[in-house]
């Protein structure tokens, strides 16, 4: 039985009626949100709607304009910068591009960002990248560098990197983006199943086949004129033809 089936799902993003500007351009109007404990699901759109804003929003990048937007127990548009910290390790980040340390081995990478959050117990910070790497199946590369790894495995390594801090929330950017299709499909299978031991996803792709070949709940950012919105597809709209990811 999946961990979030045995309770009611927390709710861990809620927006009504959000406005996201950039540089004086409205980006979304009138954006509408809900994710909850175990979720997973797909962000789709065109380059250019809007994808990376709304991911930036939701780990207070990009500010919040107009409208209500919680994530975690945070008020975005009320969140304070001593406050910001402490939202962030409540997230995971996984980007396109990987963004590991080419110098150091996938354990020193690890440890860099416990260090970074204030793990001052040595063996406390082995202890949780030994969970981790061995969440994602890597634990026996850990003292590889990432140049002696394979695109998939570095990513692997960054899902393990967005594991650390336990977060409820894990965004991921792309994070196929620079894979062949079968390694991506198991990158997308990995992160689906993490959701199911209650950590929402929200994955953003432009991968259309993961779309058929694990189906989830989609979002698509779609242009209304010089705004984009947020449309929640249905599993015949997702499967059709005519459903473009650019």
Known sequence: MDIVSMAEKAL??????????QEEN???????????AGDFVYLIGSVGSGKSTLLKALYA?????AGYARVIDYDLAKLKRKQ?????????IVFQD????????????????????????????EQRIEEVLTRVGMSRKAYKRPHELSGGEQQRVGIARALLAKPALILADEPTGNLDSVTGLQIASLLYEISKQGT????????????????????????????????ELSADAVSRKNTEID
């Open 12 to 21: 861990v993003v809620e927006m009504r009626d959000v406005t996201l500007c």
């Open 200 to 231: 929402a996803v929200l994955m953003s792709t432009h991968n259309s086949s993961l779309l058929s070949h694990l189906p989830a709940r989609t979002l698509a950012v779609r242009k209304n004129g010089d705004a984009s919105s947020l449309v």
């Open 84 to 92: 910001l910290p402490y939202l962030r390790r409540n997230l995971g």
């Open 98 to 125: 990987f963004q590991l340390l080419n110098g150091r081995t996938v354990a020193e990478n690890l440890d860099f960002v416990l260090r970074a959050t204030d793990w001052k117990n040595r063996a406390d910070r």
């Open 26 to 36: 409205v980006i979304f109007q009138n954006l509408n949100l809900t994710l909850s």
């Open 61 to 65: 990048e990009v500010p919040i304009s």
